[in-house]
């Protein structure tokens, strides 16, 4: 196993690790019993099972099931256990010492024909160490099981600490915006065996459809019982998937999860990322700590966590300038906080006009060669360079259309969903269009907020394609998700409009099928009855609180 990878493992995929030297001494008192779960249909998965050494049975159980190795909870293990928690790690189905095999992955622990995470809770509430209430851990592919897991689940599932985790597979982690994430996906089942059946299982299906479905745990949240904290963070791969858990569990879920939910979302990615460093107050809050949480789900004590706002997020700023606005955490009762959605529109000179559209009937066009694609700089990104990166070294390029505001003489705030809408034409009958939003810096760097993509032909549906018509004007709105970030005084705005950004997305061919790729001439309405522009959310402050 090479250092990349095992760097990647610790990093990315929330396999958490503890000090060896304290590890090695806490292992020799507190050993796991290995257990083969037999599921509903047969299958036997391997599940480590650690008590606490002292104390008396039975306890509450905190479960992590994962692909990643059930060995990666001993950390956990000997930390929890000394709490008074029984601790459960499984590998998940055809991982580890696990019987089947991983495909499709996820799927098998959901609430479909196999339901292995529900059979794993049963089993538990039925061993004599456990006092019938349970939890689940965990962080990215261990997050997204809990996400799979909890629609339906058995009354012992008492609470979840969901961390970076999708909430929709083919929206998120597959095909956001229509659009294949390649380095994302290809990347991850590569370094992890499992690009076998899933990967072509996953190709084969670029629309959503009925298996997509069985992958999207957001539209089963209604049947959630039991309430979570999600955590999550600004440059993550998974944010909106983070957001929409919470937003959809919380407001919809069943009655012992509607309005007991926490969120917190902070400057962090899904690993490290070093162009811009936040300041210290920028570690997570009180209310991300999970054994907080645990301690009032499972043993009922009163810790405060239940007076703990809902939401707490952190409002990013210019972390090089001490006197900026922004670079602190703020707390809400829901998500998304107020704000006034407002319009800033593309002008033909290129500068981007707050409420103000432009006039006439102008366009601008540019040549995308899918053999030439924008290259990846930074973002939600896994295996490539994430975060707050600067975009000069791809704004000059001919394929990127650049509007910008005019110096701010006042911060203006950003807090919510993000969206951009675009009037295009092709003369192609399929492309793809990019929207980046960026905060430029007094010194001229451009440094990335957040993006989105949206397939042309999927405008109206991601699961029925409808073809362009050669140079007929389409209106499209592309999803950026979220942010939160004050654009100081003196920065400006800058959105970017292109049609690539590889290999983050793989390169549309243009052809509205296989075949060799073609150039693709694009076009961006300017105009007074078409004003493309970009939606932001101005925050406002909540009212205050009548007595």
């Known amino acids: 196993m090479s250092k990349r990878w095992l760097i990647h493992r610790v990093l990315l995929f929330g396999v958490v690790l503890s000090n060896v030297v304290?590890?090695?001494?806490?292992?020799?008192?507190?050993?796991?019993?290995?257990?083969?779960?037999?599921?509903?249909?047969g299958t036997k998965l391997a599940t480590d099972v650690y008590l606490p050494p002292d104390g008396q049975p039975p306890y509450p159980v905190i479960l992590m099931r994962t692909p990643y190795g059930r060995g990666g909870a001993a950390g956990e293990a000997q930390k929890y256990c000394r709490r008074g928690y029984a601790i459960v790690s499984q590998d998940i189905r055809g991982r580890g010492k696990s019987e089947g095999h991983h495909a499709i992955i996820f799927h098998n622990g959901g609430w479909g024909k196999r339901r292995d995470g529900h059979d794993t809770l049963l089993w538990?509430?039925?061993?004599?160490?456990?006092?019938?209430k349970v939890a689940t851990f965990g962080g990215s592919a261990v997050g997204v099981t809990q996400n799979m897991l909890a629609p339906g689940a058995p009354d012992v599932l008492k609470g979840?600490?969901?961390?970076?985790?999708?909430?929709?597979?083919?929206?998120?982690?597959a095909y956001q915006g229509g659009v294949w994430r390649k380095s994302l996906l290809e990347g991850w089942l590569t370094l992890t065996g499992m690009a076998d059946v899933n990967l072509k299982t996953f190709r084969d299906h670029p629309n959503y459809d009925e298996f997509w479905a069985g992958l999207n745990p957001e539209d089963q949240a209604h049947r959630v019982n039991a309430p979570g904290v999600f955590i999550g963070g600004w440059y993550d791969i998974?944010?909106?998937?983070?957001?929409?858990s919470f937003v959809a569990i919380h407001n919809h879920g069943g009655p012992d999860a509607r309005g007991r939910?926490?969120?917190?979302?902070?400057?962090?990615?899904?690993?490290?990322f070093d162009e811009l460093k936040y300041p210290p107050n920028s570690k997570m809050p009180p209310a991300a700590e999970a054994s907080r949480l645990f301690d009032s789900w499972l043993k009922g004590k009163d810790n405060g966590a239940q007076k703990d706002k809902a939401v707490h997020y952190y409002v990013m700023g210019d972390p090089t300038d001490g006197n900026a606005g922004g670079?602190?955490?703020r707390q809400a009762d829901n998500w998304p906080p107020p704000a006034e959605v407002t319009a800033f529109y593309f002008h033909p000179d290129r500068r981007l006009v707050r409420e103000t559209p432009p006039d006439g009937t102008k366009t601008l066009s540019y040549r995308y060669d899918p053999n030439d694609p924008v290259p990846t700089v930074g973002g939600q990104n896994l295996l490539l360079p994430k975060g707050p990166m600067d975009q000069r070294k791809i704004e000059s390029r001919p394929d990127v259309l650049l509007f910008t505001s005019d110096v701010l003489a006042e911060p203006v705030e950003v807090t919510g969903r993000i969206s951009a809408k675009l009037y295009v034409s092709s003369d192609r009958p399929d492309t793809d269009f990019t929207v980046k939003l960026t905060d430029v810096y007094p010194d001229g760097r451009s440094m990335l907020i957040t993006d989105g993509i949206l397939r042309a032909s999927l405008r109206n549906s991601f699961a029925r394609p409808e073809l362009l018509k050669p140079d007929q004007t389409y209106e499209l709105t592309v999803d950026l998700w979220s942010t939160s970030l004050v654009f100081n005084k003196g920065h400006r705005?800058?959105?970017?409009?292109?049609?690539?950004?590889?290999?983050?997305?793989?390169?549309?061919?243009n052809t509205g099928a296989t075949g060799v790729p073609r150039v693709a001439t694009n076009t961006l309405s300017l105009s007074s009855e078409r004003p493309s522009h970009i939606l932001l959310p101005i925050y406002r402050s909540e009212p205050a609180a009548q007595n």
Request: glycine fraction near 4%; charge should be positive.
């Open 261 to 272: 939910c926490r969120l917190v979302i902070g400057p962090i990615a899904h690993g490290v």
């Open 327 to 329: 670079n602190f955490w």
């Open 493 to 509: 705005i800058r959105v970017a409009v292109s049609s690539s950004n590889s290999p983050r997305f793989e390169p549309n061919p």
């Open 22 to 41: 304290a590890l090695a001494a806490d292992q020799a008192k507190i050993q796991p019993t290995l257990h083969m779960v037999p599921m509903r249909d």
């Open 160 to 173: 979840q600490a969901v961390v970076v985790a999708f909430s929709d597979m083919y929206s998120q982690a």
């Open 124 to 132: 538990i509430a039925s061993q004599p160490w456990c006092n019938g």
């Open 238 to 244: 998974f944010l909106q998937g983070t957001i929409n």
